[in-house]
């Protein structure tokens, strides 16, 4: 579960790096679906804190990209 947390992280770094918003989208969906997979199913407390900062940071990423700001 380390390494799709690692990967989770991976996939938003694509996203700040990819221009085409398609790509971005695909990027983000794929590493919550990772990152939350590794909070459902890890035990390991520091992998688990991990997965829920690359959620944080996907979030945070959400509110800047937002139309409405």
């Given at each position: 579960?380390?390494a799709?947390?690692?990967?989770?992280?991976?996939y938003?770094?694509?996203a700040?790096?990819?221009?085409?918003?398609e790509?971005?989208?695909k990027f983000?969906?794929t590493?919550?679906?990772?990152?939350?997979?590794?909070?459902?199913?890890?035990?390991?407390p520091?992998?688990?804190?991990?997965?829920q900062?690359?959620l944080?940071?996907?979030?945070?990423?959400?509110?800047?990209?937002?139309?409405m700001?």
């Amino acid at each position: 579960y380390q390494a799709k947390a690692f990967l989770s992280f991976t996939y938003v770094l694509w996203a700040t790096e990819d221009t085409h918003p398609e790509k971005q989208l695909k990027f983000l969906k794929t590493s919550t679906e990772l990152a939350l997979e590794v909070i459902e199913k890890c035990d390991v407390p520091t992998t688990i804190e991990l997965a829920q900062s690359v959620l944080e940071w996907e979030r945070q990423l959400a509110l800047k990209t937002s139309p409405m700001q």
